[in-house]
């Protein structure tokens, strides 16, 4: 890498008429520079109206950025080279497929130590394909990017983008274990493994996770995900194996998942307005439910959670309410309205329980995140613009009460954590 930069330092000038600029040089479409390998002192070029010119080698001022080469690379080829992490084996490896700039340490935080994996594999970190997905580990340890820190118990990771640690629309969060997450990005169509502070190890990409919306781990250990484009939930290992899928042909647009403690899937359908009940193996078994009774009726049902006790949260989007049901999906109430008071909701999306069974619902419209008894008496908002939420989609809380929310003006292209606390027995707020 300092070799490269070292290159990068002499760069050719173009000069147009009779004078050679030699300060304050910019990009442009008059002036294009580009590395010079050898250290010669002038070249004969030729302009793109025919007219023969002189380029002379100077040493530029300022430091080369990340962005020149860039510029380099997408202009004339020049490859990018890997991060050093400090092993002979990292010098040795092939850059992943996937991406060339997941090691490059841009525009982000230094790179941690050795993140804690999900599972100690080494198929986890090895950049390889595994099965039919595309699994990118990083080199040495995890990859942090764009990470921010509001205050000491508040950490903001992601930006927009497609590369490693980038969102275009993170529409489902799902903890897994030791402080990790699974973030699902349906435009990108890639699934992250992010711990709390921003650092992602895997990322899962295939041509069969095709617009997932929603991801939950099965009591295998195993991840389900709903694939809306395919009309389907795929059922993959940890590794990336994909091993079947269930649904084809039944859904018009899966959304949210999850699976109950008999191990049952629950998934709703967003375009059907249903939620339905799958056995172990994918079987249908029932709807969720009274369609005939108005009150039980869905619109555009988004996502769906498990509590502690098993019953089944379900955010109606379209009719601007939670629903509970029991573990055998009999209707027990609604939680909320429209409108924009407390205790209110315009269209909520993603919805999760704490340890005493409680309602936390990203409230989308009104950008904040609510909270209710499972009786359906309003508690608080947890988080709300004042903090940076805007428009939250996904969500989840982790057994240590750390708040994971991914949230966009348009998209979802950030995720923002927040370290809870019960400051009386009906609120919780940032600690």
Not at 202 to 231: F, H, M
Not at 239 to 260: H, L, M, N, R, T
Not at 264 to 274: L, M, P, S, Y
Request: include cysteine.
């Amino acid at each position: 890498m300092f070799q490269f930069l070292q290159k990068c330092k002499s760069v050719m000038l173009c000069e147009k008429k009779k004078k050679t600029q030699t300060a304050n040089m910019t990009k442009g479409v008059d002036n294009v520079f580009f590395v010079s390998d050898m250290n010669l002192d002038c070249r004969r070029t030729t302009s793109e109206d025919g007219r023969s010119q002189t380029c002379h080698t100077i040493q530029r001022e300022r430091r080369v950025t990340f962005a020149d080469i860039d510029e380099l690379h997408n202009r004339f080829g020049i490859p990018l080279p890997m991060r050093d992490v400090g092993t002979p084996e990292c010098k040795e490896e092939k850059r992943i497929q996937l991406t060339t700039v997941s090691y490059i340490n841009r525009n982000c935080a230094k790179l941690k130590k050795p993140a804690e994996t999900v599972r100690d594999d080494k198929s986890m970190t090895d950049g390889s394909v595994i099965g039919n997905v595309n699994v990118v580990g990083a080199y040495g340890g995890a990859v942090k990017r764009h990470i921010t820190k509001d205050y000491l118990h508040e950490v903001t990771f992601g930006k927009k983008g497609s590369e490693v640690g980038e969102f275009q629309d993170a529409t489902c969060i799902t903890y897994v274990t030791s402080g990790h997450v699974l973030v699902t990005d349906m435009i990108n169509a890639t699934i992250q493994i992010c711990t709390r502070d921003g650092d992602t190890s895997v990322l899962y990409k295939s041509e069969e996770i095709c617009e997932p919306w929603a991801t939950c781990l099965t009591q295998n250990g195993d991840i389900a995900l709903t694939s809306r484009r395919r009309r389907l939930v795929l059922i993959m290992s940890i590794d990336g194996d994909i091993k079947w899928s269930f649904g084809e042909g039944f859904f018009q647009s899966p959304s949210g998942v999850c699976v109950d403690n008999a191990g049952h899937f629950i998934i709703t359908d967003e375009v059907a307005n249903r939620v339905t009940m799958h056995d172990c193996n994918g079987q249908f078994i029932k709807c969720i439910g009274n369609s005939n009774n108005k009150g039980q009726q869905f619109n555009s049902p988004r996502y769906v959670c498990i509590s502690p006790k098993g019953n089944i949260y379900v955010s109606d989007s379209g009719n601007h309410c939670v629903k509970i049901f029991d573990d055998n999906g009999t209707y027990i109430r609604s939680i909320g309205k429209f409108g924009k008071r407390d205790g209110e909701l315009k269209s909520p999306y993603g919805v999760c329980s704490d340890t005493l069974g409680r309602v936390i619902v990203a409230d989308h419209y009104n950008s904040r995140v609510s909270m209710f008894t499972p009786d359906g008496a309003f508690v608080c908002h947890v988080v709300d613009g004042s903090v940076g939420v805007v428009h939250p989609k996904g969500l989840t809380l982790s057994p240590d009460m750390y708040l994971y929310v991914s949230s966009g003006h348009l998209k979802a292209c950030e995720i923002k954590v927040f370290k809870l606390r019960h400051q009386s027995p009906n609120i919780v707020t940032c600690v």
